[in-house]
């Protein structure tokens, strides 16, 4: 499955986009001003995937999506320069980042508050590997709306991210458990925000698992090795458990 999508082009803008918009809209402080003029070439609107442009009913959560084409001056942009531009632009973002003849795309569940609609809540950033800027491209998901479409693509993007994060050996996962953390997050029956929340959950706790494996590398003390080794088998039982598809508790915002 590929993040990389055919956009029609009934849908195409072609817009380039100041960083001054972009700094007036996000509230950006002079360390983020910074971060765009080191590592941003500049940014184009490309598509806008709307009603009128590809012929699929809004929802309540999605009337819009767009698609910004990011070209970069180094093969290194902050998260912080796409939230600025997340937070800068009133709908669900997917980007595509330019360097060097290659792509990379990237995205973030982006969905309305909860507790104010006039708010956005955003989550962790998601992205694929680098890869030829004139390989193939996948056609939209065959969807009835655009909340659909949305979930559609973001879920192609968590796939991608997920089996390049799956590492068996690091992990010490077996067949079958790789088999059902792919299924969990990929599983198009289960609600975009729950798998967007289960792959970050396992992300956290496989950090969480590599800094208890250090602090246990360099502790010599008995009683606090056997203190650091209960404490990493439970962080390796958790993920077992998340990686079984077990969903962690979500929190509306």
Not at 63 to 82: A, C, H, P, R, W
Not at 185 to 211: C, M, Q, S, Y
């Amino acid at each position: 499955m590929t993040a990389f999508f055919d956009y029609p082009k009934s849908a195409a803008f072609g817009r380039v986009v100041p960083k001054s918009k972009i700094y007036e809209h996000s509230g950006a402080n002079t360390a983020l001003k910074d971060l765009f003029v080191r590592e941003v070439d500049q940014i184009v609107w490309r598509f806008k995937l709307a009603p009128e442009t590809i012929n699929l009913d809004a929802t309540k959560s999605v009337t819009e999506i767009q698609v910004f084409g990011v070209s970069m001056k180094t093969g290194k942009l902050d998260e912080d320069v796409l939230r600025a531009i997340d937070r800068a632009i009133p709908f669900p973002l997917f980007f595509e980042l330019t360097y060097g003849g290659k792509r990379m795309a990237a995205a973030a569940f982006k969905r309305p508050s909860e507790a104010d609609s006039s708010k956005w809540v955003v989550s962790e950033y998601f992205a694929t590997d680098w890869t030829s800027e004139d390989a193939p491209r996948a056609p939209l998901p065959v969807v009835l709306n655009l909340g659909a479409l949305y979930d559609g693509m973001l879920g192609a993007l968590l796939s991608d991210q997920a089996g390049r994060n799956l590492n068996a050996a690091a992990l010490g996962f077996g067949e079958a458990q790789q088999a059902a953390f792919m299924h969990a997050v990929a599983a198009p029956a289960v609600p975009i925000g729950e798998r967007v929340a289960l792959l970050a959950a396992i992300r956290a706790k496989t950090v969480e698992i590599g800094r208890i494996k250090t602090r246990l590398k360099h502790e010599r003390q008995f009683n606090k090795r056997v203190a650091i080794n209960a404490e990493l088998r439970e962080a390796k039982l958790e993920l077992e458990r998340l990686t079984g598809g077990d969903r962690p508790a979500g929190r509306n915002a």
